[in-house]
């Protein structure tokens, strides 16, 4: 059967259950909540201590409940989990770990019942070292054109003993690993950006072009509603594969250009994708995971021909302070603004230390970022267990962590396993409910206390302050994609704006202040608020009462 033949008989699957009466359905995307799911730290069906595919499943109606639009479902595929499963052998597989094909499209099928929109990851820049054609390359030696579709060269220095070039792995140390030949001599060098286990595709080849467009349609097949796009801005590397010499150790959100990161000719790549996407009854969409040097630069990914929204990762990275985040606000909506693109927020994901750890306030003052990012334009990203008020677990033992840049020097990812614990769902139990045995990285004691089960129904949970913030930010008209946002003046300290009806203040201070920015009934608040001051590392939403100018 031919992919249209295919995709034509798909698209008759089971669409969003809200798509007909969800007045935003055709630009869903626009100022969707996506709640990304880490699939193996979500939920054990199996009990082999691992999430998988069915764990997800059963627990679709806690997302559905919770009020989130989508669910983003990091790698699943099969993969021999160098790189917690961004390093993919075979792009159309589920990893058994993780279940079948079969669960993956009842998966989407199920989700789309109950209303949710899903988003899977596609790992673009990088194939496992497992993968066929790098085995192939590998096997078949110099010459083989298998090789051609990695980037493979000859090392430098008298014997080829010296990398090709200086580039640095993001998890540390050389970005080339040396191959041994057929005969078990030393041989070429091949680049990876990440782990070693994670070789770099060419992609000025055309068979790599060819094999993602059908992928995507693969996907796109079974009804996902779109793709988180891995290291967006690496495909493409600079012609001849320059030193980046004085760029020293790389960031991955710095302000210097990188040979390998951020080449324009990305946005051709992304240009080709958009056409297969809008192919399909949709809109289906793709997110850039892209750290580009400026939101400038970002925005370039979302252009009208290209990719629907990119991550911010400049507001994850921006401090708890008014003045700074109100700049990263501002910069944002400027430069998506100017390509017609939602502005998405994002305070936490797989990659990062909790919000609740990293903003360095505790719960109070990850409850108010929330509350904040909920309020701005565009779209948000929530990561599994920052509704439950998850800190970062710092105290993991070594023998225990599995993050590849814990075992390379200098990694800049630092230590991600402390955010990738599993999900407390029960007060007790083998892995608080997480499964019916153990779990793959160890949980704190007392993780029960944060459990989904602890903190439903109790209306001082961070867990009901969610629903709460999702539920009236899906039903206030001017919230989401809704009213601009209009900044109001606010004391030192305090960030506060209106968007129609709806006025937000944040104080990002530890102080309470003696201020109120108008006069109105309180909608939600992120901590007890009487009125009158507002307390430290607080934020509130008012409905403002009518005045002349408002619109409200
Ligand atoms: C970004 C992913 O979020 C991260 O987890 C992964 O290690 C790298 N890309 C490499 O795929």
């Known amino acids: 059967m031919t992919q249209h033949a295919e995709s034509a008989l798909r698209a008759d699957r089971p669409q969003p259950a809200s798509a007909d009466d969800h007045a935003r359905s055709a630009d869903w995307w626009r100022d969707a909540v996506i709640y990304q799911v880490y ?15 069915p764990g997800i499943r059963a627990r679709l109606p806690y997302l559905a409940e919770l009020g989130v639009d989508a669910v983003w479902l990091s790698p699943f595929y099969a993969s021999p989990q160098a790189d917690g499963g961004y390093d993919v052998a075979d792009y159309r597989a589920i990893d058994p770990m993780f279940g079948s094909l079969p669960d993956a499209e009842a998966l989407v099928d199920e989700a789309h019942a109950l209303g949710l929109r899903v988003i899977v990851d596609l790992v673009p820049n990088h194939s496992s070292d497992r993968h066929e054609w ?31 070039n200086d580039w640095e792995s993001i998890f540390g140390g050389p970005a080339w690993t040396r191959t041994e030949d057929p005969d078990g001599t030393p041989g070429e060098w091949y680049l990876h950006l990440f782990a070693p286990e994670q070789p770099d595709f060419n992609w000025q080849h055309p068979a790599v072009h060819d094999e993602f467009r059908s992928v995507l349609r ?25 030193d980046m010499g004085s760029a020293g150790q790389l960031q991955l959100l710095g302000t210097q250009q990188l040979p390998f990161f951020d080449q ?38 979302v ?48 990659d990062v230390v909790r919000h609740r750890t990293r903003l360095g ?22 990561y599994q267990g920052e509704e439950l008020g998850l800190p970062e677990v710092l105290e993991l033992p070594d023998e225990a962590r599995q993050d590849p840049s814990f075992f390379r020097d200098n990694g800049q990812d630092g230590l991600r396993d402390g955010c990738r614990v599993p999900i407390p769902w029960e007060e007790h139990g083998p892995s608080y409910g997480f499964g019916p045995d153990g779990s793959w990285l160890p949980q704190p004691d007392g993780w029960g206390a944060l459990s989904v089960a602890v903190q439903t129904g109790d209306p001082e949970s961070t867990l009901e302050f969610y629903r709460a913030a999702l539920r009236l930010r899906r039903d206030h008209d001017d919230l989401g994609a809704g ?17 129609g009806g709806l006025v937000c203040a944040a104080n990002t201070r530890a102080e309470p202040v003696a201020w109120e920015p108008a006069r109105g009934r309180v909608l939600l608040a992120s901590a007890p608020y009487a009125g009158g001051e507002l307390p430290g590392d607080t934020v509130v939403w ?11």
């Open 39 to 53: 699939p193996r730290s979500f939920a054990d069906a199996d009990g082999d201590g691992m999430g998988d595919l």
């Open 134 to 164: 790098f085995r192939r390359a590998l096997r078949e030696g110099p010459g083989s054109p298998l090789r051609d579709r990695y980037h493979f060269r000859a090392g430098r220095g008298e014997h080829g003993e010296l990398p090709p």
């Open 218 to 242: 693969f996907w796109l097949d079974t009804g996902v509603d779109g793709f988180r796009i891995d290291v967006a801005h690496g495909l493409v590397k600079a012609e001849g594969l320059p």
């Open 264 to 301: 324009d000719g990305v946005h051709e790549i992304y240009r080709d994708w958009r056409r297969v996407l809008d192919e399909y009854p949709g809109p289906r969409i793709g997110v850039a995971e892209a750290w580009a040097p400026s939101p400038e630069r970002t925005a370039l990914y």
């Open 303 to 350: 252009r009208a021909d290209e990719l629907h929204q990119a991550f911010n990762f400049h507001y994850l990275s921006t401090d708890w302070d008014a003045g700074q985040l109100r700049a990263a606000i501002d910069e944002s909506l400027t430069s998506l603004g100017a390509v017609g693109a939602p502005a998405t927020w994002v305070l936490s994901n797989h």
């Open 361 to 382: 306030g505790g719960l109070r003052r990850a409850r108010a970022a929330t509350l904040l990012m909920l309020a701005l334009p565009g779209s948000a990203y929530v």
């Open 483 to 499: 009213a601009p946002l209009e900044w109001l003046d606010a004391p030192d300290g305090v960030l506060a704006f209106r968007r």
């Open 542 to 552: 008012w409905q403002a009462e009518a005045t002349e100018g408002t619109g409200a």
